[in-house]
């Protein structure tokens, strides 16, 4: 909790610690921020969940029916938007959590994600990722509220009083809770940003420095050598010195010898520090001064791209695992007919990529047998193959 509480605070934007000294600059440029939100922004790009069936035509429309009503689910409960939020929230605090329950009042399935921070796992000891138990603490009002799950039993805790225990209404845990990054032998996660917190705060510090020195340049310091006293003397346009006749009178010159250059350049260092151990070049926030494209320019973000792709090998369990607790409710609840259907989440490309190229190769590799029309038009980002070759077949007459 202490580490939750520490992530946020530097994502927020307070990156020093400790009282500052009287007339001490503090700067904050929040690189750190930056880096998260576009590693976030990059992780999302084309991704959809597909429902598969067998290849019957009555598999195929139960697939497709199963489709178009988590197309509605995404649409009432705003998922895209909350997936932002929560992939957001998880890059920040290491650990991000879905909850899928049903609203009867409501007829529909509701999609939340709670606060990590609430939430307390108890898991199988030989498979870490399969949950035994889940505890949910939030506050109603002025009132703290506790749910347990487990596969048998819901309770809810009014405080330290037990106020309702029932069978488990679902037959399984309404919860996914799952790790940004993987730490070897751990259950929770790791953040994206405690790599870069010490070389943001070295670079919030040069930057205080340069502008101090910067500040004093312009309005600079009168160095008097053999003056007892200094009454009268201004620094400004036009101003007259009456000085003892061995005594000298200069100003200071802070930015004499290279001073502001060495500045720049240990600045320029911190940047490169800090877009390595992000694992995001400058070139995924638009600097591309060489003009790199194609093969380059994709070598060039490849860093981004690995984080992405690790991020992606997490996460496709993860929206498996909700979609097959929305079908699961759908089917309880609403009637859905979903035997032998299984979600299967697709990713776009983390890189800029040809399209007209993408189109040549799904084509060549559904003429050569090796994929189907379904993936092929899948991995070009189409939502609903079923329902777009449906419209192709009905143009064609």
Sequence with gaps: MARYRENLAFYQGRHWTGRGRRGE?????????????????????????QVVGDDSPAGIE??????????????ANGLSQLDFETELDCAILGDGAYRVAWDAAAGEVRVTAPDV???????????????????????AGDEELVEWWSAETFELWRGSELAERLPNPYGFIPYVIFPNLREPKEPWGASDLPPVMEANRELNRAFSQLSQVLELSGNPIAVLEGVTGSEDITV?????????????AYLLDLLQGGGVALHTAYIDLLYRVIHDLGESPRTAFGHNPQGLSGVALNMELDPIARKVERKRRIRTAVYERRAWMVLQLLARFAGLEVEGLRPVMQWGPVLPADRSRQVQDARAL?????????????SLGIDDPELERALVREEAG
């Design 236 to 248: 400004e346009p036009g101003a007259i010195w009456e000085v003892p006749e061995d005594a000298r």
């Design 25 to 49: 600059r503090r700067l904050t440029f929040n690189y750190a921020r930056a880096i998260v939100d576009k590693v976030t922004g990059y992780l999302l790009a084309g991704a959809a969940v």
């Design 366 to 378: 559904v003429e050569a047998g090796i994929i189907s029309r379904r993936t092929a038009a899948a």
């Design 62 to 75: 139960r697939a497709r029916a199963a489709e178009q009503a988590l197309r509605r689910v995404e649409a």
């Design 117 to 139: 921070q609430g939430l307390f796992a108890w898991r199988d000891p030989g498979d870490p990722a399969r949950l035994t138990g889940v505890a949910h603490r939030y506050r």
